[in-house]
């Protein structure tokens, strides 16, 4: 299991209250890494709810964002394969 650490960025990042939320920054900045724990305890905090990370394209967001939501949710033993619908890449709680 991973020890994430609760850095400065995600301190401001857990500050963000606005419904639409932009981050930006350059690649390798940290930032998925650090909005993806949020947005997962936010799912789990509020069922029914629905969130949505995205990117410039599918393949750029597969590469990204989905291969660090399923390594986190992994490594937090959090992942149920069958909650994955790989085709809309939805992730249901």
Do not use: C
Not at 28 to 47: M, Q, V
Not at 71 to 84: A, E, H, L, P
């Amino acid at each position: 299991m991973s020890d994430f650490i609760y850095t400065t960025a995600i301190k401001k990042l857990r500050k963000l209250k606005k419904r639409v939320r932009k981050v930006p920054g350059g690649t390798s900045a940290g930032k998925t890494f650090g909005i993806i724990p949020i947005e997962i305890d936010y799912a789990i905090k509020n069922a029914g709810t629905e969130t949505s990370i995205v990117s410039e394209s599918i393949p750029h967001l597969r590469r990204g964002a989905v291969k660090d939501f399923q390594k986190i949710m992994v490594d937090t033993g959090r992942w149920i394969q069958s909650n994955f619908n790989k085709s809309l890449l939805k992730y249901t709680f």
